[in-house]
């Protein structure tokens, strides 16, 4: 199992704006091979922005690293800086892989 997560700091006041985004967003992820899950998840809130982490489950690293170099990614990613006004900085990868 690889686990793949983007941190997002959301100006603060624009998470209803930031949630509609993912809601409305067609995350080409449904039939890609290897892929097992999504979730975003909202974390603390900070004086200026709140915490939100983009967490999508692969079979493996290979798996997701194909997604990355693939037209579904590309389609999936082609309006991310459509509202950079709402976000404090790029979103922060971190990636994981299952070891027990």
């Known amino acids: 199992m690889f686990l793949a997560m983007n941190r997002f700091k ?3 006041g624009r998470e209803e704006d930031f949630e509609t985004i993912w809601k409305e967003r067609d995350t080409h992820l ?3 091979d290897g892929f ?3 979730n975003l998840l909202k ?3 900070e004086e200026n922005y709140s915490l939100y982490a983009s967490h999508s489950i692969w079979q493996s690293r290979e798996h997701f690293v194909n997604w990355t170099k693939s037209e579904a990614f590309r389609l999936a990613h082609k309006n991310a800086g459509k509202n950079a006004d709402i976000y ?3 979103p922060e ?3 994981f ?3 027990l």
Do not use: C, D, Y
């Open 10 to 12: 959301i100006v603060k």
């Open 97 to 99: 892989e299952k070891t």
């Open 30 to 32: 449904q039939g890609v």
């Open 43 to 45: 974390g603390r809130s």
């Open 36 to 38: 097992k899950e999504f």
């Open 88 to 90: 404090l900085g790029p």
């Open 93 to 95: 990868l971190e990636t």
